[in-house]
């Protein structure tokens, strides 16, 4: 009789031979179902990759019997990877040959979009150009602005009535009725990528609408499709999961569940109408998959994979960041390099910094000392926690909650990189932020309720305008909503006509915008803030709107001013002879949209000139003495000095920093590079500095 160490030894031989015939089968399948003149590279891409996929189903799907299988009428997980591997293969025929040139570009480049010359802009397509075609007629401006990296936020065909801004996809496969066809979307990235553009798209994995096809077959009682969602009969299963659960909307979406009627409790993460995924289910797995694949042929070149963290539930946890949510998405970067393998990974997952290393393949905090194997997962991730602490920092005026933060930054492989960036359409979400705040090792603590009571300009040394966000009860510090121009101070000033204090607000909002730029990562605008576009007030006029407070700062693109700003701002020569430089003194909307237009587009044209800023160039921060300040240092060779508070602090630099001799990059609005100069000894009240070590002397 065998020992349970023999009897290990051999069950564990006998999957391995197994998963290697396994492996061998899927391969042969792939190989059948491509067109000949493909084969060969595609058979070279699927042998590199395919062992973490196939790893990654088996994890995810290991094959169970008949007998445990649920009483549906759904195929094995096996049946599933079959179909699944034969679609893949049409997949990566159907591939055009322009998108197949990018491919190869990227795999010979894999760190391309890490270059200081891509930046990165965020809007929504129907408050940008009104449709897909009206995005690209715009496609010269964002040229002009220095974008090479456009998301657009959801464009899909989303449910009837409230579908939070397109989150809640109702046809993965058809573009939103409102916005144009499929057509309009090949159009669109076909110009996109002839202007050097690429396309970053919504991936809504952990959900799909209450009206998606699937959901509806759940409702009719279909067992299969049921089984595409976490759906409970009664609340005993949802009451245990949920003491465990946070909330995200809990003002106007409290629980995680929602009942509906004839078919019981239904696991809702977010809105009562967007139902999370059972991703447990290889259908669920597949079918995604294979949207992501159907979305890149038609010529996105980015995913952000929204929500990524809650993709895998666990009894007795969170539910967030599982690692069961990592294999997912390792295996669909492995999908991804097989049949697309120029696309990029976007991780959302509003997390601290330290939770998101295993979005990069790392391993997470808990096993940083395993010996564990970096498996490709993300490429991307929002660096939330450095967001919301510049703007903690500005409510504080302190420049050393940011450099914690910069410090703490966990090192990332090779080919990975930051999204950074001030504003997005959600809002600023505090919770990131928690254990800063609460101090200790030497810093000082701060607290998150009244900086979001400072954003809603409900404490007396605030200038912002924004507003709470979902924060009752005892989360009185949730997040805030509201543009930059309003947080900053921007939208107060003007109102008062105060043109000293509209010039400290200007200098807040270039402060931001000067961090963001010169952090490691690739940087991202918020559509309007290159205009100091304030909140829309107006969105609480809209029924469907009006309970949904993070409409605040998604406003449409006022273009006529856009374009008058950017006559002056952009340094265009005709038009620029035609303008007149803006006036200090101007306190109109345009005025101040040629200042901030003028100040953020010097910034684009400086990080473009400076390889010291590539994103995954090193950083550290520097002290400087005053816990006001923030020094951000790349490369050894460029430095970015920030004064976060509204009062004068002198400089205590390092003599290594003040011996030498610098080049001034940013000077108020100047687009060459500027004057050699001294370190300065003094920053004046929230100074941004941006200065190369000038190699000349
Ligand atoms: C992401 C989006 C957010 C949306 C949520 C649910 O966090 O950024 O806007 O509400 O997912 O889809």
Redesign the pocket.
């Known amino acids: 009789m065998k020992s349970s160490d023999e009897h290990r030894r051999a069950t564990a031989a006998q999957a391995r031979r197994s998963t290697a015939a396994a492996f061998d089968a899927m391969r042969a399948h792939y190989a059948q179902a491509l067109t000949p003149a493909l084969r060969a590279e595609a058979l070279q891409r699927w042998d590199t990759h395919a062992p973490r996929l196939l790893a990654a189903w088996e994890a995810l799907y290991p094959s169970v019997s008949g007998a445990d299988r649920p009483q549906t009428n759904a195929p094995t997980a096996q049946e599933t990877l079959a179909a699944f591997v034969h679609a893949m293969a049409e997949a990566t025929n159907a591939r055009s040959a322009a998108l197949r040139a990018l491919d190869a570009a990227r795999e010979r480049e894999p760190s391309w979009f890490l270059d200081q010359r891509i930046v990165g802009y965020t809007a929504y397509v129907d408050r940008f150009g009104g449709d897909l075609r009206g995005v690209a007629e715009r496609v010269p401006y964002l040229q002009r602005l220095g974008v090479r990296y456009l998301h657009l936020l959801p464009f899909l065909a989303a449910r009837e009535g409230d579908n939070?801004?397109g989150?809640a996809v109702r046809d993965y496969d058809t573009v939103a009725p409102a916005l144009g066809e499929n057509a309009d979307l090949e159009a669109l990235t076909a110009r996109l990528r002839a202007a050097g553009i690429s396309l970053c798209a919504d991936l809504?994995l952990n959900?799909t609408a209450d009206d998606h096809a699937w959901a509806l077959a759940a409702r009719r009682g279909d067992p299969r499709y049921r089984e595409y969602f976490h759906i409970f009969p009664d609340r005993r299963l949802p009451d245990a999961y949920e003491s465990h659960l946070c909330q995200i909307f809990p003002q106007t979406a409290p629980g995680n569940f929602t009942e509906v009627p004839a078919l019981g409790w239904v696991w809702t993460t977010?809105y009562g109408y967007?139902w999370d995924l059972n991703w447990a289910n290889a259908e669920v797995f597949a079918h995604m998959a294979l949207t992501l694949l159907r979305l890149a042929n038609r010529g996105i070149e980015a995913f952000r994979l929204?929500?990524t963290a809650f993709l895998w539930k666990r009894l007795g946890t969170d539910c967030m960041n599982q690692p069961e949510a990592h294999t997912i998405l390792q295996a669909l970067r492995a999908v991804a390099a097989i049949a697309a393998p120029g696309v990029l990974l976007k991780a959302?997952a509003?997390v601290p910094a330290r939770q998101l290393p295993p979005y990069f393949g790392l391993p997470s905090e808990a096993n940083a000392n395993a010996q564990a194997e970096a498996v490709a997962e993300c490429h991307l991730a929002y660096h939330s926690s450095l967001m919301a602490a510049a703007w903690v920092g500005l409510a504080e005026g302190r420049g050393d909650v940011v450099a914690d933060v910069i410090r703490a930054t966990p090192p990332l492989p090779p080919g990975c990189g930051w999204l950074t960036y001030l504003r997005c359409?959600?809002d600023i979400g505090w919770n990131v932020l928690r254990e800063e705040a609460a101090g200790g090792d030497g810093r000082a603590a701060y607290d998150l309720a009244r900086i979001a009571g400072f954003y809603a300009g409900e404490t007396p040394d605030s200038f912002a305008r924004g507003r709470r966000f979902q924060c009752a009860g005892d989360d009185r510090a949730h997040g805030s909503n509201g543009m930059a121009a309003a947080l900053v101070g921007i939208a107060e000033a003007q109102a008062r006509g105060d043109a000293a204090a509209l010039r400290m607000a200007e200098a807040r909002l270039r402060l931001l915008y000067g961090i963001v730029f010169a952090c490691a990562g690739l940087p991202s605008l918020y559509m309007g803030d290159e205009i100091a576009l304030g909140n829309d007030e107006a969105y609480t006029d809209d029924p469907l709107r009006a309970d949904e407070g993070r409409w605040l700062h998604r406003p449409a693109m006022p273009w006529p001013l856009a374009e008058a700003a950017e006559a002056v701002a952009a340094g265009d020569t005709h038009e620029r002879r035609r303008a007149t430089a803006p006036q200090a003194e101007d306190v109109s909307a345009l005025g101040i949209a040629q200042r901030v237009g003028r100040a953020l587009r010097a910034m684009i044209a400086a990080r473009m000139a400076t390889p010291a800023l590539r994103g995954d160039a090193p950083m550290r921060v520097l002290t400087l003495g005053d816990p006001a300040l923030l020094g951000i240092v790349r490369d050894e060779r460029f430095v970015a000095l920030c004064n976060l508070s509204g009062r004068e602090v002198a400089v205590d630099a390092p003599a290594a920093l003040t011996d030498s001799r610098w080049r001034s990059m940013l000077d108020e609005g100047m687009h060459e590079h500027g004057r050699i100069c001294e370190f300065p000894a003094r920053l004046p009240a929230y100074a941004l500095l941006w200065l190369l070590r000038d190699s000349s002397a």
């Open positions: 939070d801004g989150f809504v959900h977010f967007q929204d929500s959302e509003i359409h959600d």
